[in-house]
């Protein structure tokens, strides 16, 4: 039993029933991962003055910001078919939604520090806790969202049944991301200290404050930046129904949830031996 637990061997060996244990620990970890998530959202926004108002300030302060700069000719917004205040809400939104599931594994997997040394128990409910409360914080942002767009009479498009499918590609290109570096930020707070650095300049290379398309540098970086086509295509089935880019969200979704896969197999290989070290 102890090989099972500390050699990757035996799981990569017999895929099938590492399968239906990974999908046995999930069922058995549900209510364990809704009392986390309670305690975490709790805890997010507890002895603060604005509270539950946090959920909301990002993407305001980061609207404001650029509107400010766009009107002292700073920032180029390209062809947008919306007010820009409206298209900045909805744009952070969605990055937001990426970002946060991308950081959010870290941190409550950072928080459960102390019961993951000491208590024996099915590590995918900080996982799962962790997508709740990313999800829990998007759908407050998206009443923000909402008001914007009757505010400015702007009318979803047809494709918007769509968005949904486009909101689950974000985060789970997000989560895989964030599976990949808990095992190390656990170990070294460098991960943890530098990945809002890390995000705010992935936001530049992404289509969040102006339109996708053109020729500069920045215009090719966004092209090879695998959460473009993600953010810019969610983005069109909400706004205008014109998928510039739906065979490269096509093959960057398509990835992104085998690869969640794989980083949950990787979470669960190198979790035991990382709570070995941090116990030692």
């Not at 599931?101 to 900080?126: C, D, G, H, W, Y």
């Amino acid at each position: 039993m102890m090989k099972r637990v500390y050699t990757p061997e035996p799981y990569l060996r017999h895929p099938g029933e590492l399968v239906v244990e990974m999908w046995r620990d999930i069922l058995s970890s549900r209510e364990l991962a809704w009392r986390l998530t309670v305690r975490n959202i709790s805890a997010l926004y507890r002895q603060t003055y604005f509270g539950y108002l946090w959920a909301f300030l990002p993407p305001i302060a980061t609207t404001v910001a650029f509107l400010f700069l766009k009107q002292g000719g700073v920032v180029s917004a390209g062809d947008i078919a919306v007010p820009y205040a409206a298209y900045l809400l909805i744009s952070t939104s969605l990055w937001q939604l990426f970002a946060d599931a991308v950081v959010t594994p870290l941190r409550v997997v950072t928080a459960s520090k102390a019961m993951l040394i000491k208590i024996n128990f099915q590590r995918e409910a900080l996982i799962i806790a962790s997508i709740a409360e990313t999800l829990f914080n998007f759908f407050v942002r998206l009443s923000l969202v909402l008001f914007a767009m009757l505010w400015y009479g702007v009318l979803p498009a047809a494709t918007v049944w769509l968005v949904p499918l486009g909101l689950l590609a974000l985060l789970a290109a997000g989560t895989v991301v964030g599976l990949l570096l808990t095992p190390l930020g656990l170990l070294y707070q460098d991960i943890q200290k530098g990945l809002p650095m890390v995000l705010n300049f992935w936001m530049l290379l992404t289509p969040v404050v102006y339109a996708a398309g053109g020729d500069g540098i920045r215009d090719a970086l966004m092209k090879w930046n695998p959460i473009s086509p993600l953010l810019a295509t969610t983005r069109d089935w909400l706004l205008t129904g014109q998928s510039t880019f739906l065979l490269e969200f096509c093959l960057v979704g398509g990835a992104a949830f085998a690869l969640l896969i794989l980083g949950w197999v990787l979470y669960r290989v190198a979790m035991p031996h990382v709570i070995a070290r941090l116990g030692g």
